[in-house]
Nanobody, 117 residues
């Protein structure tokens, strides 16, 4: 059973930075494509970034790719989301997820990010 635990969220001022972490247990992260998603109040969940299993190619949503970076530490089985130049519209709960097939079928509990204006 794969378990995902996010951390690193919090309150930050506009323009600030945060690094979210997702610790994975139960399987090595190289077996999964790992993703970050977010859900703002009253909005649908949206894709933020992913890092592919194996070689680790990364993808970041076009609207965030200038500010967000996804990475992983295989030795620690941890995935990171570095967020810079944060804006109030980045306020959301951020979720880590894993998939071995077409769909993300493992999810963390989420970590809240609040960006004050």
């Amino acid at each position: 059973q794969v378990q995902l635990v996010e951390s690193g969220g919090g309150l930050v001022e506009t323009g600030g930075s945060l690094r979210l972490s997702c610790a994975v247990s139960g399987r090595t992260i190289t077996r999964y494509t790992m993703g970050w998603f977010r859900q703002a109040p009253g909005k649908e969940r949206e894709f933020v970034a992913s890092i592919l299993y194996g070689g680790g190619n990364t993808y970041v949503s076009d609207s965030m790719k200038d500010r967000f970076t996804i990475s992983r530490d295989i030795a620690k089985d941890t995935v990171y989301l570095q967020m810079n130049a944060l804006k109030p519209e980045d306020t959301a709960i951020y979720y880590c997820a894993a998939r071995s097939g077409a769909n993300y079928n493992y999810w963390g509990q989420g970590t809240p990010v609040t960006v004050s204006s």
